[in-house]
């Protein structure tokens, strides 16, 4: 029900006058009425109802009441209100205020909780009034809304059915309680996360609204294993906020999925670029649009709170450590530091990062150790490129091969962390820094390759690593980057960044994507039949 004023307020001027509010109009004529701007929360001002149609705005809980706000052409002015709910003939509050820059406003407090409020304003000067504002209308709700969870999946007790990795259904009721005879505004919002909600209101990017019932009712992977707490922040019409925090455990997976190129633990490759913010997103090897998977802010890249300067590889994970996702190796060119980010938590990557160590442990093309050549840096500054080339020696572990002076360098076996990886030169002739290096991982048989875009000519080239029959690997296809063409076009104009993250059509090879100019995601079957994804966020 649409509360409004039973009345012409306009008519009480009279009995306000006979009880000393207001001086009978004396030198104001009527074109001097205020105008009103309308009541206020704070520094939010709402347009008020004043005029027969428009539904009123609802003001929430403040500290002294909501402001009304009236622009006059006297020194100040004179504000009544009334309540429409009880339809009392008596004012509920008067009060006068000094105009500044033509400009009143006075604070109103006392109001009933759920009740509908109208008032109006008169411009005064010494002690005369002006004809009084149009009627104006608002409402007031006090009252928090509220918010409970539940899961089918993930019960709050009880023995859940799907596993930390994986998504489950989470239904947000929520509801805005009436006072005893009064109205409440309603629902307008809910946000939702795992983590710390923050400030934010409807306005918010992640704000949705609920269903006619009041759900929402909404898919979230479960990122860590044990103990899970889901925020719920629900704001009514009028500015008043509720929420509710719901506890859950969530066991771990005894058989996770083991995908090189997974981040997020879905068992599907992820393509990992910035977004236009500078947050890192992914999205999934084989995804029909350029809808993320999830976005890591720029706050959790290494510094500057930007993704886009940085250089990111994953290909494989350390084994001391669960889920069996992508750990992420991050670059920035001409930094001498590595960074590597273990992924403990299928891609939310919320524990902070370690340096990856340099290594010293040099060995030869028999793998026997070796004292490191002259040109090989003592940190990661002489990198220009690096990518996540695959297992190189055995099971999921990561290995990086790194563009240095012209020369490219693998980096394999050891711990990262702590820089016990052994490292060998692969190329000695320097040829190789005109070319982009795409690490495509291994095919179905366990052989790895390495392409690389010609930056002159648009060229790609794909050179096999194959697997031998000791486990080692055939790096003699490597010898010469001007061999291997296996097709044409790539230019840097065209697709400024190229990237693979292993077979995303399932054919049991992998499959080359784009970024072109324009920043739409192209993927493709090998490096032919290309798919233009749409625009990037």
Same mark, same amino acid.
């Given at each position: 029900?649409?509360?409004?004023?039973?009345?012409?307020?306009?008519?009480?001027?009279?009995?306000?006058?006979?009880?000393?509010?207001?001086?009978?109009?004396?030198?104001?004529?009527?074109?001097?009425?205020?105008?009103?701007?309308?009541?206020?929360?704070?520094?939010?001002?709402?347009?008020?109802?004043?005029?027969?149609?428009?539904?009123?705005?609802?003001?929430?809980?403040?500290?002294?009441?909501?402001?009304?706000?009236?622009?006059?052409?006297?020194?100040?002015?004179?504000?009544?209100?009334?309540?429409? =709910? $009880?339809?009392?003939? /008596?004012? #509920?509050?008067?009060?006068?205020?000094? &105009?500044? *820059?033509?400009?009143? @406003?006075? +604070?109103?407090?006392?109001?009933?909780?759920?009740?509908?409020?109208?008032?109006?304003?008169?411009?005064?000067?010494?002690?005369?009034?002006?004809?009084?504002?149009?009627?104006?209308?608002?409402?007031?709700? =006090? $009252?928090?809304?509220? /918010?409970? #969870?539940?899961?089918?999946?993930?019960? &709050?007790? *009880?023995?859940?059915? @799907?596993? +930390?990795?994986?998504?489950?259904?989470?239904?947000?009721?929520?509801?805005?309680?009436?006072?005893?005879?009064?109205?409440?505004?309603?629902?307008?919002?809910?946000?939702?996360?795992?983590?710390?909600?923050?400030?934010?209101?409807?306005?918010?990017?992640?704000?949705?609204?609920?269903?006619?019932?009041?759900?929402?009712?909404?898919?979230?992977?479960?990122?860590?294993?044990?103990?899970?707490?889901?925020?719920?922040?629900?704001?009514?019409?009028?500015?008043?906020?509720?929420?509710?925090?719901?506890?859950?455990?969530?066991?771990?997976?005894?058989?996770?999925?083991?995908?090189?190129?997974?981040?997020?633990?879905?068992?599907?490759?992820?393509?990992?670029?910035?977004?236009?913010?500078?947050?890192?997103?992914?999205?999934?090897?084989?995804?029909?649009?350029?809808?993320?998977?999830?976005?890591?802010?720029?706050?959790?890249?290494?510094?500057?709170?930007?993704?886009?300067?940085?250089?990111?590889?994953?290909?494989?994970?350390?084994?001391?450590?669960?889920?069996?996702?992508?750990?992420?190796?991050?670059?920035?060119?001409?930094?001498?530091?590595?960074?590597?980010?273990?992924?403990?938590?299928?891609?939310?990557?919320?524990?902070?990062?370690?340096?990856?160590?340099?290594?010293?442990?040099?060995?030869?093309?028999?793998?026997?150790?070796?004292?490191?050549?002259?040109?090989?840096?003592?940190?990661?500054?002489?990198?220009?490129?690096?990518?996540?080339?695959?297992?190189?020696?055995?099971?999921?572990?990561?290995?990086?091969?790194?563009?240095?002076?012209?020369?490219?360098?693998?980096?394999?076996?050891?711990?990262?962390?702590?820089?016990?990886?052994?490292?060998?030169?692969?190329?000695?002739?320097?040829?190789?820094?005109?070319?982009?290096?795409?690490?495509?991982?291994?095919?179905?048989?366990?052989?790895?390759?390495?392409?690389?875009?010609?930056?002159?000519?648009?060229?790609?080239?794909?050179?096999?690593?194959?697997?031998?029959?000791?486990?080692?690997?055939?790096?003699?296809?490597?010898?010469?980057?001007?061999?291997?063409?296996?097709?044409?076009?790539?230019?840097?104009?065209?697709?400024?960044?190229?990237?693979?993250?292993?077979?995303?059509?399932?054919?049991?090879?992998?499959?080359?994507?784009?970024?072109?100019?324009?920043?739409?995601?192209?993927?493709?079957?090998?490096?032919?039949?290309?798919?233009?994804?749409?625009?990037?966020?």
């Amino acid at each position: 029900m649409t509360l409004r004023h039973a009345r012409r307020l306009g008519g009480v001027t009279a009995a306000a006058i006979a009880a000393g509010l207001l001086t009978a109009p004396g030198a104001f004529a009527a074109d001097t009425a205020p105008a009103v701007l309308g009541t206020s929360q704070g520094s939010e001002y709402r347009a008020d109802a004043c005029d027969s149609t428009t539904d009123p705005s609802w003001v929430g809980r403040t500290t002294n009441g909501p402001t009304l706000n009236a622009k006059v052409t006297g020194t100040g002015a004179r504000f009544g209100v009334w309540d429409e =709910t $009880t339809g009392a003939q /008596a004012p #509920v509050f008067t009060g006068e205020a000094q &105009a500044y *820059g033509q400009q009143a @406003k006075v +604070a109103v407090p006392g109001l009933v909780d759920g009740h509908g409020y109208a008032w109006h304003a008169w411009a005064v000067q010494d002690q005369q009034a002006s004809a009084p504002s149009a009627d104006c209308h608002f409402r007031v709700d =006090t $009252t928090s809304p509220t /918010a409970t #969870v539940s899961s089918p999946d993930f019960p &709050a007790s *009880g023995t859940a059915t @799907k596993y +930390a990795g994986q998504k489950g259904t989470f239904v947000l009721t929520t509801a805005d309680p009436a006072p005893a005879g009064g109205q409440a505004s309603g629902v307008d919002c809910v946000r939702y996360g795992f983590s710390n909600l923050g400030v934010g209101g409807c306005d918010s990017s992640d704000a949705v609204k609920p269903g006619a019932d009041g759900t929402v009712t909404v898919d979230l992977k479960v990122r860590d294993w044990g103990t899970n707490i889901l925020n719920v922040q629900v704001t009514d019409k009028a500015g008043n906020v509720g929420g509710a925090s719901y506890t859950f455990y969530a066991p771990s997976n005894p058989n996770p999925p083991k995908t090189l190129g997974d981040v997020d633990g879905d068992g599907t490759a992820d393509i990992l670029l910035p977004d236009a913010q500078g947050n890192l997103q992914y999205l999934g090897v084989n995804a029909p649009d350029t809808t993320p998977n999830a976005v890591i802010t720029g706050a959790h890249a290494p510094y500057d709170g930007n993704w886009a300067p940085f250089q990111v590889a994953h290909l494989g994970w350390s084994n001391q450590h669960a889920p069996s996702s992508d750990d992420l190796f991050v670059h920035k060119p001409g930094d001498g530091y590595l960074y590597q980010y273990r992924n403990f938590d299928y891609g939310s990557f919320s524990q902070t990062w370690t340096g990856a160590g340099r290594s010293t442990r040099c060995v030869d093309g028999t793998g026997a150790a070796a004292a490191c050549p002259a040109d090989y840096a003592s940190d990661w500054s002489k990198a220009d490129q690096l990518v996540a080339f695959g297992p190189a020696t055995g099971g999921f572990a990561p290995s990086l091969v790194t563009l240095e002076g012209g020369n490219l360098w693998l980096h394999a076996g050891g711990n990262f962390s702590f820089g016990t990886q052994k490292v060998r030169k692969l190329t000695t002739t320097g040829d190789w820094a005109d070319y982009d290096l795409i690490a495509p991982g291994p095919d179905a048989a366990g052989n790895l390759a390495l392409w690389a875009r010609d930056r002159a000519t648009g060229d790609l080239h794909a050179y096999p690593v194959p697997k031998k029959a000791d486990g080692t690997f055939d790096f003699s296809a490597l010898a010469d980057p001007k061999a291997n063409v296996v097709a044409t076009g790539f230019t840097t104009a065209a697709y400024p960044t190229l990237g693979s993250s292993g077979d995303g059509d399932g054919d049991g090879t992998p499959d080359l994507w784009a970024v072109t100019a324009d920043r739409h995601l192209v993927t493709f079957s090998g490096w032919s039949a290309p798919k233009d994804l749409g625009a990037l966020r």
